[in-house]
């Protein structure tokens, strides 16, 4: 076992080991499965506008809007996973920092006149920054009160943009000088995914680094990571930053996208839906994050398909307002029976496979018998 | 072996312990302690259970604050440190629950395990190129010689929580000679491993410390391994030293079978010995 002499028996009773070789395949297979599946998505998404227009004709522009949000909810699902799936901090804070995005959004760039670029920045940096000023205190607890103390959070932020509405004496904050460029539904989409993309790929490869590897290993055993140095206060601080200042991003692509931000952005429903994306994509997965964000993005889709009201027995009910109860129930369901998400559908397809051509392979030896 | 006992006294000592007192409430884990541990040996802590010899090793990593008493490393005052910094000390340890990271791999829980010593920060990590991703690889290939030296190689690439409990233990060893640690901090290592492997594990032990140029301090139950392996025993029972020397010594003390097998089991041993 712990020898490096040769004539010494390899005592580890262990099953069989996955051999170096094989087991380096396997997580080299693994990788390229995992690249190929996010290349093929890239390749479709580019080409998005062009089959869109093909397939839907006229309403092709309107359909590639819901596609620019699903993109802007995966940016949204990413910062959560940051925080939630790899550095194990239950938060449920982030739909505040949606709504500040959204809002910081409306107020620099459609009623201050600023560049919609500065705009997007300033609410990111804003949101990294409150991340700071709340990060710190909210991280002194953990668990459950973490949860519970920044879900207080979103309460909060949601009356104050309410405040701000009522005192303003609207309904929600439109923007009304929108840049052609960003209202038209082809360069609003490529400008989407364009940052959506960059900030995936410096995530997975930040993920991989020491920074990503301190936050799994205070998810994987805190004691352990104090043992081996990592200051777990600055790491949980920090992902709380990064996740702060993405979903302020989130927050401020969302804002555009809509033209409008409102209130609704920092909700519990918008909570839901974040730990929905992550959860039914994959907790501590980025593949997870995009697949969670596709999930709950093309969810309404489907549910446009069932009648509406739908009537059963005496009862009418209107589909599109069970949609945060579904994404609840699926939250559920995940945590119970994938806790592994969406992510990894791969590998249960691949066991699957195996089982099948295993049960093929006994059949064939059973018929030649 | 009376040169160690001249050698405690002419030769600082890597560990230096003094009247390190540790209570939890009324309980007394740990009672005026001293000890020292000097480089480059295999220091073994034994005793009953509660005697307070995981207690000494959570003061030094900083899971358990003692209320009165020093602990020094090569002369730095350790409690004067945050937990996390201890480690850049070149303090390594294991746990009795092993502790792994369960979801990396083994290979990327020696490169965690090398985060004290690595410089890359938020901004160095965000990019593919570049001196952090010129560290990682020397941190990889380290990693990939500890895993050769403690004959785990072939499980490199594996999930560490998925393996066999006895391999696992094996990683946090590997995980913390990672560190490149001066002392490391074994907690009940031979816990669960076959009578057959003890002697080998002493072996290894000793040829890790020699190569490596680590000191072990060893929390060990199994009086073989201790026996074998160890050049200083310091018996501990309810959080006082009764008795240290060689393991020869320190274990054939009246005091010390007393409190391993009670009065009488004391009185009979020493019959027998008649």
Redesign the interface.
Same mark, same amino acid.
């Given at each position: 076992? /712990?020898?490096?002499q040769p004539t +010494?028996p390899? @005592?580890? +009773?262990?099953?069989p @080991? @996955?051999?170096?070789r094989a087991?380096?395949l396997?997580?080299l297979r693994r990788v390229r499965a995992s690249q190929a599946l996010l290349l093929a998505l890239l390749i479709v998404m580019v080409a998005l506008p062009t089959l869109f227009d093909q397939i839907f004709g006229f309403s092709g522009a309107f359909q590639l809007h819901r596609v620019s949000l699903i993109a802007i909810f995966a940016l949204a699902a990413l910062a959560q996973n940051i925080l939630t799936g790899y550095a194990a901090q239950p938060s449920l804070g982030n739909a505040a920092f949606f709504g500040l995005g959204g809002y910081l959004l409306a107020w620099l760039a459609g009623d201050l006149g600023q560049p919609y670029w500065l705009a997007i920045i300033v609410a990111m940096l804003a949101s990294a920054l409150i991340g700071v000023i709340i990060g710190g205190p909210a991280l002194r607890v953990s668990g459950a009160y973490l949860a519970i103390a920044t879900l207080g959070l979103v309460l909060i932020a949601s009356s104050l943009f309410d405040l701000w509405d009522t005192t303003a004496g609207r309904q929600s904050y439109g923007i009304n000088n929108l840049p052609g460029l960003l209202q038209d539904d082809h360069t609003l989409y490529y400008l989407v995914l364009l940052i959506t993309v960059i900030v995936f790929a %410096?995530g997975w /490869? %930040?993920l991989r680094?020491?920074?990503?590897?301190?936050w /799994?290993?205070i998810?994987? +055993?805190e004691?352990?990571? %104090?043992?081996?140095?990592?200051?777990?206060t600055y790491y949980k601080l %920090?992902a709380f930053i /990064?996740s702060a200042a993405l979903t302020g991003l989130a927050g401020a692509l969302y804002a555009i996208w809509a033209q409008t931000a409102d209130s609704s952005m920092s909700s519990v429903d918008q909570t839901i839906i974040f730990l929905a994306m992550i959860v039914v994509g994959g907790l501590?997965s980025i593949l997870g994050s995009a697949l969670g964000a596709l999930f709950v993005g093309f969810l309404p889709l489907l549910l446009g398909q069932v009648p509406s009201p739908l009537t059963v027995g005496g009862l009418s009910i209107q589909v599109s307002t069970l949609t945060t109860g579904i994404y609840g129930l699926l939250l559920l369901l995940a945590l119970i029976f994938f806790p592994a998400g969406l992510a990894a559908i791969r590998d249960h397809l691949g066991a699957l496979a195996a089982r099948l051509t295993r049960a093929g392979r006994s059949a064939n030896t059973g018929g030649a018998a | 072996m009376s040169a160690t006992g001249d050698a405690t006294t002419t030769q600082q000592a890597l560990l230096d312990v003094r009247g390190l007192t540790v209570r939890f409430g009324g309980l007394v884990a740990l009672n005026a302690l001293d000890l020292r541990v000097r480089e480059g040996e295999i220091f073994a802590l034994v005793g009953p259970n509660g005697a307070g010899k995981t207690t000494l090793l959570n003061c030094v990593s900083g899971f358990v604050q003692p209320s009165a008493g020093s602990l020094t490393f090569d002369g730095v005052d350790v409690l004067a440190l945050a937990r996390h910094q201890r480690a850049a000390l070149g303090i390594g340890r294991t746990f009795q629950n092993v502790q792994l990271f369960g979801t990396m791999t083994v290979l990327d829980n020696l490169l965690a395990a090398q985060h004290a010593h690595l410089r890359a920060n938020f901004a160095t990590s965000l990019l593919p190129i570049g001196p952090a991703i010129a560290e990682d690889r020397r941190a990889r290939a380290h990693g990939r010689e500890l895993l050769e030296l403690l004959g785990i190689a072939q499980y490199a690439n594996a999930i560490a929580g998925a393996l066999p409990f006895g391999v696992q233990k094996l990683v946090g060893v590997a995980r913390a000679l990672a560190l490149r640690p001066r002392l490391v901090l074994l907690d009940e290592p031979a816990a669960g491993m076959p009578q057959t492997e003890v002697a080998q594990f002493a072996g290894a032990l000793r040829r890790w410390r020699d190569e490596l140029h680590v000191t072990f301090v060893l929390i060990e139950h199994n009086m073989t391994l201790v026996q074998s392996v160890a050049e200083t025993v310091s018996v501990l029972d309810y959080g006082r030293k009764l008795a240290e020397g060689t393991p020869a010594e320190a274990l054939a003390n009246p005091a010390v079978l007393e409190a391993y097998l009670g009065s009488a089991g004391a009185q009979e041993a020493a019959h027998a010995e008649r």
């Open positions: 076992m /712990v020898t490096t +010494s390899a @005592p580890v +009773s262990a099953a @080991p @996955p051999t170096g087991g380096a396997a997580a %410096l /490869v %930040l680094s020491r920074v990503g590897r301190a /799994v290993a998810r994987d +055993s004691a352990a990571a %104090l043992a081996f140095g990592v200051n777990t %920090l /990064v501590g | -």
